[in-house]
């Protein structure tokens, strides 16, 4: 048999599933991310209701009152399906590792200036509670959201807010040769010290939200785009003036993690304001009721973190929050 | 100062413990609405031991680790069109099966471990329960992606989320998934985690893949064993669940029993659809159904459930039927799809001659009795052109929704198993002892059932015709039949030189 | 109960260079486990528990450990785990 023939007799049937045809046409074969991600969710034939929510089919798009015609018009800018997230995240952490242990090893910790180290209790040591918040609610996300490209998506950021956590929980005992002074401090102003009281509040309100997508905007979008820019880019930048500059070699994740994630609300952001008036309408009324809420629970921990600065700190974080949703079509 | 020794166990527990807290701005109970109306009772969280104790950087680095050593031999297997090396294209009715079948499952699992990853109350077993939850979604990912260059060269294989909601044989693993993702979160976790992942997915991925490494399926092999590396850690949080849920509180037990007998069943008779790849589909079959069965159900699953006695907990009600079905099952299944094999969205086909002596060797009590004769006679039908499938719509089993095909194995082994009972008036209809009794524990929720034939009747799929139906499923013309008939056939033909038979069929 | 036959635990490994020492590792520890080569995959069992020791397969390859690298080559195993720093052992009790 000639090379030709068995050329030939190789060619493909058809180049992508069924269902990318439809959507993008049969010219060229489908992306990785594309295959990963579209139309895995069931949408017909329920079979039972769950006992645990009689009001629902298992997938339903009633859970939010935001309306899609397709749940699948957004896309993850970043093109995240399991194999390309865990490979990102793999490479992040092996620069983590590496980070993490050369600061142990030389115990560099031990050299910063007292008050470096006791901001840090303070203000960012508490700061994993918070994340560990934003697990459960990405999980909340994911289990009461629709369709893949956004349910997958808020799967993969609640385990980054699991690592972040325990980031946060290893810079506590980075800080007391392992012991849990720092961490125990931390849980006690979280669920005592004033300063902290209208965060928790806000955050426990966000456990009860009956709706997943005002979740979406409260957590990922207000809470995280108050807060990430606050404390791990401005505060960061606070304590490396102050001679905390090692600090800056733990918490690169995090301002990296931000700045990547900011990508995709964004998208999400801009795609269902763009679907619909009703839909912007909605969308910026419960980043105006977050933004508000939560700037006001933020202040007391941003007054304790920049002094009599925190206000004006804070204000900027949130003027450049809603000129970047703006930007995205939202009226606020 | 001097960093004081962690080790793995208590560095573990210092990072996945003590960031949750008790809320007071809300009530605990409207935070974790949904673990209590089940009757579980946990009174202390905390004596939720981890078996795996991987933190999130380990996590990423190890899959990462796994992910580039599978998508490097995907690529190389698309690059090398490693499909012609197959032992033969009839193989792929086991892979079309699988990614119309399982794939779904995993994403449904996936669903509901993230929904017990917020809901369930204990740090720990949220933390385990997102761990699998990621998993599971990786498990559909990457099947996904293996089969996409299968689905480049082969029928059958195009559509199978859209037929995973339709097709009347997938609603046998769509309604298990469901039926787990509809109950609260512990018996969500005992059916799915235990009674599927523990008792019996062994038998899924251990046999079968080892079967597609012996077919010349590398990429198949690749992705079911990768898989396998985590669902060692999902067995083991199937049994630590269970031990914990029985040590927390007596009221448990029968709770729990009651549930392991309830999706022992319902998991099982998912795998039927296993066993007929086992034994019919894999050209090449390194173990049969039977002795799988043996290895991984009688064995193993005696040697936990003797483990598990000291808690009180007894094998799966049924047990004996399931093990007496052994050399049954296959026969039983293949047979079907072979009558209504003008239905189905992959290739149907008497076992050849080798393969029926390998059937006899292996099924010396019930092959050549009970089902040689009925291969021999579609074989000869088809010869002479007066084979024809099925006219008639099987009646399906109200609960595992397979058509009424398993006998009595136990007495009668010809006389078909009929059960049926009566509720608000209505007959419903059963498989199985098995089946009827979950039914008549939980009828309300039966009675709800998307049965696909039902539902054919009533007009809700695409018409009345058979070809109505196929084109709502969006079968294509290709994609059923007899093998000997199809593109598949001819193509696999054309790419191994034999121009005659690429040309005519057999 | 005490000549009672424990049940078997088991270990499967995917039959890969990444395992060999595992493999090795389980022989010399578990001098009664039987190893049987499968199609893709290596089956260890043994009567009642089989242990992997870190320091047996550091021996093998000369270098560091990670008791967790098994979860790179694990494919399926019965008994109830005891996973730490210096082990992997499974048993039934």
């Known amino acids: 048999m000639s090379i030709e023939i068995s050329a030939k007799a190789i060619t493909p049937i058809r180049l992508s599933y069924g269902n990318l045809i439809e959507r993008f046409g049969d010219k060229r074969p489908p992306s990785r991310y594309q295959e990963a991600v579209y139309d895995v969710q069931p949408t017909a034939h329920f079979h039972y209701r769950p006992l645990w929510d009689k009001e629902h089919e298992i997938y339903d798009t009633s859970r939010t009152a935001i309306v899609m015609e397709d749940w699948y018009s957004f896309a993850d800018p970043r093109q995240y399906y399991y194999g390309t997230y865990t490979i990102a995240r793999s490479k992040q952490q092996e620069v983590a590792e590496h980070n993490y242990s050369f600061v142990e090893k030389r115990a560099l910790l031990d050299d910063l200036p007292e008050e470096v180290r006791q901001s840090v209790r303070d203000i960012l040591i508490p700061l994993r509670h918070i994340e560990w918040g934003a697990n459960m609610n990405n999980c909340q996300i994911d289990a009461m959201g629709y369709g893949t490209t956004i349910c997958s998506v808020a799967m993969f950021n609640a385990m980054d807010r699991l690592g972040m956590a325990q980031y946060i929980s290893r810079i506590g005992l980075l800080l007391d040769g392992n012991e849990t002074t720092s961490l125990d401090a931390a849980k006690k102003d979280w669920m005592e010290a004033p300063e902290w009281q209208g965060l928790r509040h806000a955050v426990e309100d966000m456990f009860v939200l009956e709706d997943w997508f005002e979740l979406m905007v409260a957590q990922n979008i207000a809470l995280d785009g108050l807060l990430f820019p606050l404390f791990w880019d401005r505060f960061e930048r606070k304590l490396s003036e102050n001679g905390g500059g090692t600090i800056a070699m733990l918490t690169e994740f995090m301002s990296d993690w931000y700045k990547e994630t900011v990508r995709w609300t964004n998208a999400l952001v801009k795609v269902t304001a763009a679907e619909s008036t009703a839909n912007n309408e909605l969308l910026s009324e419960w980043v105006q009721k977050w933004v508000t809420r939560l700037s006001e629970a933020i202040a007391p921990v941003a007054t304790k973190a920049f002094g009599p600065d925190g206000v004006s700190e804070l204000n900027e974080v949130k003027e450049e929050l809603l000129a970047r949703l703006g930007k995205q079509g939202l009226s606020v | ?506 | 109960m005490t000549d009672k036959k424990k049940n078997t635990a088991f270990l499967i490994v995917q039959d890969n260079e990444d395992a060999r020492p595992i493999i090795e590792a389980v022989e010399q520890d578990n001098p009664e486990a039987s190893i049987q080569y499968e199609p893709g995959m290596v089956r260890m069992e043994c009567e009642g528990s089989l242990i992997v020791k870190q320091e047996t397969v550091e021996a093998l390859i000369g270098r560091d450990w990670d008791v967790q690298e098994l979860h790179l080559v694990l494919i399926s195993l019965a008994g109830n785990v005891d996973e730490d720093d210096e082990k992997f052992e499974l048993s039934w009790g």
Request: charged share 25%.
């Open chain 2, 1 to 506: 100062m001097a960093a004081k020794k962690l080790n793995l166990r208590k560095r573990y527990e210092l990072l996945t413990r003590g960031m949750g807290w008790e809320t007071s701005y809300q009530k605990m109970d409207d935070v974790f609405p949904y673990d209590t109306f089940e009757g579980i009772k946990i009174t202390d969280w905390d004596k939720w031991e981890d078996p795996f104790r991987l933190t999130m950087d380990a996590y990423w680095k190890f899959q990462a680790e796994k992910e580039k050593k599978l998508y490097a031999i995907i690529d190389s297997f698309a690059q090398n069109n490693g499909q012609t090396n197959l032992a033969d294209a009839s193989y792929l009715s086991a892979i079309k099966l699988f990614i119309t079948g399982v794939t779904p499952l995993e994403y449904a699992a996936h669903h509901g471990f993230s929904h017990l990853g917020r809901h369930f109350r204990g740090e720990g077993a949220r933390i385990a329960c997102q761990m699998q939850a990621i998993d599971e979604l990786r498990h559909a990912q990457t099947q996904i992606h293996t089969i996409s260059h299968y689905n480049k060269h082969f029928t059958g294989l195009h559509n199978p989320f859209h037929q995973s909601d339709r097709v009347w044989y997938l609603s046998v693993p769509k309604s298990f998934g469901e039926d787990a993702l509809t109950a609260g979160p512990f018996e969500f976790i005992t059916s799915i985690s235990f009674a599927f992942e523990y008792v019996l997915t062994n038998l899924l991925f251990v046999p079968f893949m080892s079967g597609a490494a012996y077919n010349g399926d590398m990429a198949t092999t690749t992705f079911g064993f990768s898989a396998q590396s985590d669902e060692s850690r999902h067995m083991t949080l199937g049994l630590e669940i269970i031990k914990f849920m029985v040590e927390q509180h007596e009221d448990n037990l029968p709770i729990i029993q009651r549930w392991i007998d309830k999706h022992f069943w319902r998991a099982y008779r998912v795998l039927a659809l296993v066993s007929a790849m086992q034994d019919y589909m894999l050209t090449n079959t390194p173990m049969s159904w039977k002795e799988a069965w043996d290895i991984y159900f009688v064995e193993n699953g005696g040697a936990l459930f003797e483990d598990l006695g000291r808690y009180g907990l007894k094998m799966p009600k049924h047990h004996e039927l399931a093990t007496a079905e052994a050399e049954h099952l296959s026969h039983q299944v293949w047979s079907v799809f072979c009558a209504l094999g003008n239905a189905t969205g992959f290739h149907t086909f008497e076992p050849s001659e080798e393969k029926m002596a390998w059937l006899s060797e292996k099924y010396p009590n019930t092959f050549d009795k009970y089902y040689r004769p009925r291969f021999e006679l579609w074989k000869r039908q088809k010869a002479e052109g007066t084979f024809e499938y099925l006219a008639s719509l099987p009646q399906l089993c109200q609960v595992c929704q397979i058509p009424m095909i398993f006998t009595e194995v136990e007495t009668d082994p010809m006389q078909i198993s009929f059960r049926n009972t009566k509720y608000k008036g209505d007959n419903y209809h059963f498989c199985s002892d098995g089946c009827k009794d979950v039914f008549e524990n939980e009828p309300e929720k039966y009675v709800q059932a998307w049965l696909p034939v039902h539902q054919i009747f009533q007009g809700n799929c695409g018409g009345a015709t058979v070809p109505e139906v196929l084109e709502w499923y969006k079968f294509q013309p290709e994609d059923g039949g007899d093998y000997f008939d199809s593109l598949d056939y001819r193509r696999w033909q054309e790419w191994h030189g034999n121009a005659e038979a690429a040309k005519t069929g057999s």
